[in-house]
């Protein structure tokens, strides 16, 4: 196999992270690489990707190299999260948090947050324009996930820099600065979620806080450290990627109309559209394992110890899955795309996510005829593992 250390700019990067998906795939969906100074293998096939994710040889571990000294207080918190956490620890948490995330439990909460989108654009109706992200989809992500937490409304508002903030820990394009920053915010959080679990201890709540306090039938309790990491994850979890994949959906409507209007002609195909949208711009990108033995993946032998980089927007635009992965179709069926990654740490948060992605585009169906981009200066943010916009100004009638 080929093993190139091409050189490529964040900025090339983000423009178009497909033709670069597409050109290391033809070499080999496995690639051997060394992007963004992060040396290791390159999964770009979905079969491959699809393997990996389900092959607990391959660990999840902190993004943070064990033995950093600094910034201790994140690579503390990040240790405790599900997300980090191996067998048999990432079971212990995972089954407790669980019991909220069940479709049962979601159902609940799908007319308060149909509500909410309704509330938030109707502030906006007047004005006939929009920023998808700060008006509509950071309010919405915020409110849901303050709501399940029992995070009082008015104390939410620092959720947006705080998910902001962490999100730029876990990419390749992290910087020194950003380290340091997210090391301060996560200090910040921690007190925050310490004084919050303090007064659910002395007076529950019907909140996942109050849930995660109380006796685990099942098994051992969860220690306030892990409580504390866990309502971190979610609020960096619950954040990103939901408001990404709803202000990534309305710019696939913007850039293809014709889709677009398809779902007005029959707004029955809106639960297809969201997960085609998921495929064609994964609001999550890449994630990472480590290889805990020498492995051998199509032929391919990856060692112990070895950083596996898993290009899941990649994998879903793979050729060999999806008939033209290259094109939005939103009546797209079959739809196996990876946006939620696969295996034990499949996305817990995956149907409250396409729960608030309907209520988001449903809204916005119902309340507009015609939509359009209100400027021609629409950028991407700066990451690598996610593809979020920084803005999304649109005009509506
Ligand atoms: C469009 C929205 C979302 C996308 C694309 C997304 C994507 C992902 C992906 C790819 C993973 C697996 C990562 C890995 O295997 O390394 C994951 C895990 C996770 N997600 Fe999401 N997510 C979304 C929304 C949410 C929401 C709304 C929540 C919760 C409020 C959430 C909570 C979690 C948690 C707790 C995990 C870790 C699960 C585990 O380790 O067992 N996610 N997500």
Redesign the pocket.
Known sequence: MKNQQTKIRTSDFVQDPYSFYDNIRSTNPIYKGNFFRYPGWYVTGYEEANLI?KDIRFQ?RIPLPETTKKYEVLKNVQKQ?????NQPD?NR??KI?SER?TPRALEQLIPIIKETANGLFCHVANQKRMNVISDFAFPL?SL??AN?LGVPKQEKDQFRQWALTLIQTIDHTRSKESLAKGNDTTLEMIQYFQQLIQKRKQDPQDDLISLLLSDNQNGEPLTDAEIIS?CI??VI??????V??IANSVYCFLTHPTQYDKLQANPLLLDSAIQEI?RYE???QM???IAAEDLTINQTEIKKGDHVY?L?GAANRDPKKFINANSLDITRSPNPH?????????????T???I??QAAIQTILEHTQKIKFETTEIEWRNLVGFRALKELPIIFE
């Open positions: 994710l999840n999260m599900m997300l980090y956490k990432h948490l995972r948090v995330f992500a849901v996930i399940m866990t994850l979610l979890a619950g954040h990103e990627t939901t990404n994949l998921l994964s609001p999550t994630t990472a394992r898993l899941i990876l946006s939620f990654g696969s295996g034990i740490h499949f996305c817990l948060g995956a409250l996510a396409k608030e992605a």
